[in-house]
């Protein structure tokens, strides 16, 4: 145990909120100021500061190393997410090769949203019970193992065992989509953890961008099976050969936390004993928290919408583009690295303004209208404006996601950040696999017009969800109490003045 902890379970077994000087009682109780939090007013009339218990201000610190873990789970998130793409991309090619349909096609994307939703629940169990450093190392081994299983399937009568090694490489998934969130908060300070969280989620996307950009420069569509046969493998084998040497990284390299917290959020969260914490109760408390729920339903619209443009871009361009497979690819990078311009300057506005909810709809109104300019301008015959609409398309579909992250961190603070990141994923997944498979049945039936309103219908939904979503920044209020910034309406006193900072059992502030 370190100092941190041994302070904190000191002060706990001392105090039972009866020691309250009379004087931080009668201050507390006068508490009924607002603080205004981005669209977020912050009152008090029943307790942000409950006065069961005073935590004392506790020692934070930001560790130069916390970059490296930022780096090492962007490098292992990025071979998983190019895993993703490497079989649609170049749809066409292993159709003929494996001689399979459009949907059999398909489920080698859809298997990564299909595995996530039953193990959803036990492999954030196991980031709250065995903590970050062995999720990412469970994670990464998947990860390899299925990129090692499909380094055999290169001929035409391994359909099945392809199948097979992607789905191993989707459970490592499982591990990846919920981190960035934690690891942001785990490690990172107030006024980077957002940017922190915009960084993990680059590195997905720069693994769906390596996805779009080198299947179809390692496998040329030639006629020859046997030439085809040896690109395809040249391609396993890289992947094969990159995620093992992440693995090796992670297993080496990574840690859990840092000995000191970096904020007094995070201080605060590692005062919460195994007593006071049910993993069963905090899904049950997410499931009754409203603001969350909605956030919930318009994330998972808003990726799912993402996730199927992503599978079946190469359809839709090879439609209106017959032979165009390699600028697919280049189209999908451009989506992406947009999208990854887009996630940063999001992140870094989040750290400097903190206004969350108008930050999240203002990039949902321009995911729709992207999706839309891109829907009614992809059949002009013009390549250069195909490009042109996916780059605003990406920049601000694929920006939603950390956005989506931290407004979930703020709304169920001091919930585990992987539970809520894992629901909101969860979510995604889901509305992945309906857009996907629907969308592909309208682009065979009525052409990809139809397929994209169809897109736009449900983006227009969840714009509509978060306007209803109540901003309250639960841990901003947490971060500010402990820095003494919210003080009695008409009183110079801080909460630095009573030597500690307000904070009850933090489930009791959760309504």
């Not at 922190?196 to 950009?213: D, H, K, P, R, Y």
Request: proline share 4%.
């Amino acid at each position: 145990m370190s100092s941190q902890e041994e302070l904190c379970h000191d002060w706990m077994d001392s105090h039972d909120g009866s020691s309250l000087t009379r004087k931080a009682r009668t201050n507390l109780g006068r508490f009924n100021g607002q603080l205004s939090l981005g669209n977020a007013s912050l009152t008090s009339n029943s307790s942000i500061l409950d006065t069961s218990q005073i935590f004392p201000l506790m020692e934070t610190k930001l560790y130069k190393r916390r970059w490296v873990m930022l780096f090492l789970f962007c490098i292992y998130s990025t071979s998983n997410a190019m895993m993703w793409l490497q079989y649609s991309i170049i749809g066409n090619i292993f159709k003929h090769f494996y001689d399979i349909d459009s949907l059999s096609l398909d489920w080698l994307s859809m298997i990564y949203f299909f595995t996530y939703i039953p193990l959803i629940v036990p492999v954030t169990w196991m980031l709250e019970n065995r903590g970050l450093r062995e999720v990412i190392m469970v994670g990464s081994a998947f990860n390899c193992i299925g990129a090692w299983i499909k380094t055999s399937t290169a001929h035409p009568d391994a359909f099945a065992i392809t199948f097979f090694g992607q789905f191993v490489c989707s459970v490592g998934t499982v591990y990846i989509l919920g981190i960035p969130s934690r690891l942001a908060s785990l490690w990172f300070g107030q006024q980077e953890v957002s940017t922190a969280c915009s960084i993990g989620v680059l590195g997905n996307q720069m693994g769906i961008a390596i996805g779009f950009l080198i299947p179809p420069i390692l496998v040329p569509n030639v006629d020859d099976m046997d030439e085809l046969a040896r690109h395809i493998k040249v391609m396993f084998y890289i992947s094969a050969g990159v995620a093992t040497v992440i693995f090796i990284l992670v297993v080496i390299v990574f840690q859990e936390k840092p000995e000191v917290p970096p904020t007094q959020a995070q201080a605060q969260a590692r005062c919460i004993t195994p007593e006071q914490y049910s993993y069963m109760g905090s899904i049950w408390r997410l499931l009754r928290n409203k603001p969350f729920m909605l956030l919930v339903l318009s994330y998972g619209l808003n990726v799912g919408c993402f996730y199927a443009v992503s599978t079946l871009l190469n359809r839709m361009i090879i439609e209106h583009y017959p032979g165009e497979e390699v600028n697919a690819g280049r189209i999908g990078l451009t989506i992406v690295i947009a999208g990854m311009v887009g996630s940063l300057i999001c992140g870094i506005w989040l750290d400097k303004t903190k206004t969350y909810k108008q930050t999240t709809l203002a990039v949902y109104v321009l995911s729709l209208i992207g999706m839309l300019v891109y829907a009614f301008t992809l059949n002009l015959g013009y390549m250069w404006v195909v490009f042109v609409t996916a780059g605003v398309l990406g920049f601000f579909m694929t920006g939603y996601l950390p956005l989506g992250f931290e407004f979930a961190v703020e709304l169920t603070y001091p919930e585990s950040e992987g539970t809520s990141s894992g629901l909101l994923n969860c979510s995604a997944q889901i509305f992945g696999i309906i857009f996907t498979i629907s969308q592909g049945k309208i682009i065979d039936r009525w052409g990809t017009l139809a397929g994209n309103i169809f897109l736009c219908i449900f983006l227009l939904i969840g714009t509509v969800m978060t306007g209803f979503i109540k901003s309250d920044l639960r841990r901003q209020k947490a971060n500010l109490q402990a820095d003494g910034q919210i003080s009695p309406a008409g009183s110079e006193t801080s909460v630095q003045e009573f030597e500690g900072t307000s904070c009850s059992s933090p489930w009791q502030r959760q309504s």
